[in-house]
T-cell receptor
Framework: EAEVAQSPRYKITEKSQAVAFWCDPI?????LYWYRQILGQGPELLVQ????????DSQLPKDRFSAERLKGVDSTLKIQPAELGDSAMYLC??????????FGEGSWLTVV | GESVGLHLPTLSVQEGDNSIINCAYS??????FIWYKQESGKGPQFIID?????DKRQGQRVTVLLNKTVKHLSLQIAATQPGDSAVYFC??????????FGTGTRLTIIP
């Protein structure tokens, strides 16, 4: 069964350092999402891509977060500089337009 | 603002009994609803979905009911098992494919 792949699974970084997460969606899925989930809460959308184009990044803190999907396949989410409040799980998801959205296992970030 | 909310943050059910998890939504324009199960430390796992033109859909041991009149949906799990213990989220999708989650209900199965 195809899955959304994410790496790294766990990351510990010092505040003010840079960190990056990678996502490989299910093959053929044009829509890709990055979500942030703080412990005890539901996931919140950071950015949504349709192929290589950003559809929605209204909740992305653009002063420190960036996301790209240059070839419309895999994607990278970067945080620079990381802050203590960025500690969370970062989830990637993908879908074919109008169909079920599948999530990866997430990348846990701890900022110390 | 518009949101998807859950009635109860926690639910405890005896093993073998049926579970019902409820969810209210406020946007009548929502096209599509999905229930996800999230186990500790893992990403959300798709359980079942329902489109706004339907009022019921059944899967294996799960049923989703949608009442558009009162903007309410529910997830029914039959004959709950220990492996059903998790946090359950309802989520809604609107026209631009933006998926919005509620806060989740933690289901605990009592042996």
């Amino acid at each position: 069964e195809a899955e959304v792949a994410q790496s790294p699974r766990y990351k510990i970084t010092e505040k003010s350092q840079a960190v990056a997460f990678w996502c490989d969606p299910i093959s053929g899925h044009a829509t890709l999402y990055w979500y942030r989930q703080i412990l005890g809460q539901g996931p919140e959308l950071l950015v949504q891509f349709q192929d290589e184009s950003v559809v929605d990044d209204s909740q992305l803190p653009k002063d420190r977060f960036s996301a790209e999907r240059l070839k419309g396949v895999d994607s990278t989410l970067k945080i620079q500089p990381a802050e203590l409040g960025d500690s969370a799980m970062y989830l990637c998801a993908s879908s074919r337009w109008g169909n079920t959205i599948y999530f990866g296992e997430g990348s846990w970030l701890t900022v110390v | 603002g518009e949101s998807v909310g859950l009635h109860l943050p926690t639910l405890s059910v005896q093993e073998g009994d049926n579970s019902i998890i409820n969810c209210a939504y406020s946007n009548s324009a929502s096209d599509y609803f999905i229930w996800y199960k999230q186990e500790s430390g893992k990403g959300p796992q798709f359980i079942i979905d329902i489109r706004s033109n339907m009022d019921k859909r059944q899967g294996q041991r799960v049923t989703v009911l949608l009442n558009k009149t009162v903007k309410h949906l529910s997830l029914q799990i039959a004959a709950t098992q220990p492996g059903d213990s998790a946090v359950y989220f309802c989520a809604e999708i609107r026209g631009n494919e933006k998926l919005t989650f509620g806060t989740g209900t933690r289901l605990t199965i009592i042996p």
